[in-house]
């Protein structure tokens, strides 16, 4: 029998579902009220189930369960814990190390309960191997939001190794992912190191004395479309992109060609078009990102949670960025932005950042210099995550070659 992620397995071993392996159990809906003669206990929820088979369990909610809701709905070592919906989170896994006495589980998850000697740490790791290559999310339900429901996951397909090879299975993947998962945190630390590198950098060309305030250094500032003006069924794939701060990652632009609309629309919202050495910047959550726009981007046109900046004849473009990548500008963004729940900046509020403004052609040379400088430090980093995207490349193949039996790791040490 051929599965989602082999042709072939090797000898000995069968193949089956995983309710061949483990007990299925949805968790509880939650419950807010005392029913009576309830206890109010921890329960594990989607949150707590991490990338890569990591469980966090620092964040953690309680709510009402009875004593035989607790007891059905415990969580020992050996479990398996799987998310059963949501966008970003559906199908992940993940093995419970330790018993968790007192716990419960909402249902946004499902435990896997393995039968015998099945080794759940080879349940586990299969699970995230079928979720990185892609067979969760054709499998799950998707109508609104996809889900992996109890009865779909008892239905997978999983190869049975022998039980002694399953236990040498997780053993190697314990040992190997551990190397991997220790080498991609290094490379993260370094990562903040630069950051903070940059940060330094930056700080260092804006430290004289605030000399003016922002609406004098901008002809204008206005938010992009909203409501009524941009509705979701307006949206077209391959049309001109609409920018919001998600499209704006280290300082560029990288649009979504699902979130654009025709060029018909775009012509209609002329005023919120993008022209080079316009600046968009963050206004709702996000006020630290900001981008500035080159000629590949103009005629994009500035979305409803961005803020289109456009400096005055006598401010340079890329001088006003580089003070909107600094501290200060991030640390008044803050202060200014409004919101009772997300931050925000608005006309009124971005005219109140201070900022240095000396002359023209010094205002160049400080750009000059920085580009010069951050340059080096973004391409470290760069070179840094790439590195930390080939590991995690490597660590999903390694996983997947080992639970179907591509790797022999009998005797590896």
Same mark, same amino acid.
């Given at each position: 029998?051929?599965?989602?992620?082999?042709?072939?397995?090797?000898?000995?071993?069968?193949?089956?579902?995983?309710?061949?392996?483990?007990?299925?159990?949805?968790?509880?809906?939650?419950?807010?009220?005392?029913?009576?003669?309830?206890?109010?206990?921890?329960?594990?929820?989607?949150?707590?189930?991490?990338?890569?088979?990591?469980?966090?369990?620092d964040? #953690?909610n309680?709510?009402?369960? @009875?004593?035989?809701?607790?007891?059905?709905?415990?969580?020992?070592?050996?479990? #398996?814990?799987?998310?059963?919906?949501?966008?970003?989170?559906?199908?992940?896994?993940?093995?419970v190390?330790?018993?968790?006495?007192?716990?419960?589980f909402?249902?946004?998850?499902n435990?896997?309960?393995?039968?015998?000697?099945?080794?759940?740490?080879?349940?586990?790791?299969?699970?995230?191997?079928?979720?990185?290559?892609?067979y969760?999310?054709a499998?799950?339900?998707?109508?609104?939001m996809?889900?992996?429901?109890?009865?779909?996951l008892?239905?997978?397909?999983?190869?049975?190794?022998?039980?002694?090879?399953q236990?040498?299975?997780?053993?190697?993947?314990?040992?190997?992912?551990?190397?991997?998962?220790?080498?991609?945190?290094?490379?993260?630390?370094?990562?903040?190191?630069?950051?903070?590198?940059?940060?330094?950098?930056?700080?260092?060309e804006?430290?004289?004395?605030?000399?003016?305030?922002?609406?004098?250094?901008?002809?204008?500032?206005?938010?992009?479309?909203?409501?009524?003006?941009?509705?979701?069924?307006?949206?077209?794939?391959?049309g001109?992109?609409?920018?919001?701060?998600?499209?704006i990652?280290?300082?560029? &632009? @990288?649009?979504?060609?699902?979130?654009?609309?025709?060029p018909?629309?775009?012509?209609?919202?002329?005023?919120?078009?993008?022209e080079?050495g316009?600046?968009?910047?963050g206004?709702?959550?996000?006020?630290?990102?900001? !981008?500035?726009?080159?000629?590949?981007?103009?005629?994009?046109?500035?979305?409803?949670?961005?803020?289109?900046?456009?400096?005055?004849?006598?401010?340079?473009?890329?001088?006003?960025?580089?003070?909107?990548?600094?501290?200060?500008s991030?640390?008044?963004?803050?202060?200014?932005?409004?919101?009772?729940?997300?931050?925000g900046?608005?006309?009124?509020?971005?005219?109140?950042?201070?900022?240095p403004?000396?002359?023209?052609?010094?205002?160049?040379?400080?750009?000059?210099?920085?580009?010069?400088?951050? !340059?080096?430090?973004?391409?470290l980093?760069a070179?840094?995550?790439?590195? &930390?995207?080939?590991?995690?490349?490597?660590?999903? !193949?390694?996983?997947?070659?080992?639970?179907?039996?591509?790797?022999?790791?009998?005797?590896?040490?």
């Amino acid at each position: 029998m051929t599965g989602p992620l082999w042709t072939k397995l090797p000898d000995g071993w069968l193949t089956g579902r995983v309710k061949n392996v483990a007990t299925v159990t949805l968790g509880k809906m939650l419950q807010s009220k005392d029913g009576g003669s309830d206890v109010h206990a921890p329960y594990m929820r989607a949150a707590n189930v991490q990338p890569d088979g990591v469980l966090s369990l620092d964040d #953690v909610n309680e709510m009402w369960f @009875s004593e035989a809701e607790l007891e059905q709905l415990s969580i020992r070592a050996g479990d #398996v814990v799987v998310v059963e919906g949501g966008q970003g989170g559906f199908g992940r896994a993940a093995y419970v190390e330790t018993d968790l006495p007192g716990w419960g589980f909402q249902n946004s998850i499902n435990r896997l309960r393995p039968f015998g000697d099945f080794d759940g740490r080879f349940i586990a790791f299969y699970l995230i191997a079928l979720r990185a290559s892609g067979y969760i999310r054709a499998y799950s339900n998707v109508v609104s939001m996809p889900h992996l429901t109890a009865e779909k996951l008892a239905r997978v397909p999983i190869p049975l190794p022998p039980v002694e090879q399953q236990r040498a299975t997780a053993d190697y993947l314990d040992r190997e992912t551990a190397r991997i998962d220790t080498l991609i945190e290094e490379q993260r630390r370094l990562i903040e190191m630069l950051c903070e590198r940059r940060a330094a950098v930056i700080a260092g060309e804006f430290i004289a004395p605030a000399t003016g305030r922002l609406r004098y250094a901008i002809q204008f500032a206005q938010t992009g479309p909203f409501g009524t003006q941009l509705s979701a069924e307006e949206y077209v794939e391959g049309g001109v992109p609409v920018v919001n701060p998600t499209h704006i990652k280290r300082g560029v &632009i @990288s649009p979504d060609a699902m979130i654009s609309v025709t060029p018909e629309k775009a012509a209609e919202l002329r005023r919120h078009q993008l022209e080079v050495g316009d600046i968009v910047l963050g206004r709702k959550g996000e006020v630290d990102k900001s !981008a500035l726009v080159s000629e590949a981007e103009a005629g994009y046109i500035c979305g409803s949670d961005s803020m289109l900046l456009r400096p005055s004849e006598d401010v340079d473009p890329p001088y006003l960025w580089w003070f909107f990548q600094s501290p200060e500008s991030h640390s008044q963004l803050e202060q200014w932005s409004v919101g009772s729940t997300v931050a925000g900046l608005n006309q009124t509020t971005i005219s109140r950042i201070v900022l240095p403004l000396p002359s023209l052609v010094e205002q160049r040379r400080i750009a000059q210099h920085l580009y010069e400088q951050i !340059a080096k430090t973004n391409a470290l980093i760069a070179e840094t995550e790439r590195f &930390i995207e080939l590991a995690r490349e490597r660590r999903s !193949a390694l996983i997947t070659a080992a639970v179907t039996g591509q790797i022999d790791v009998r005797g590896v040490a």
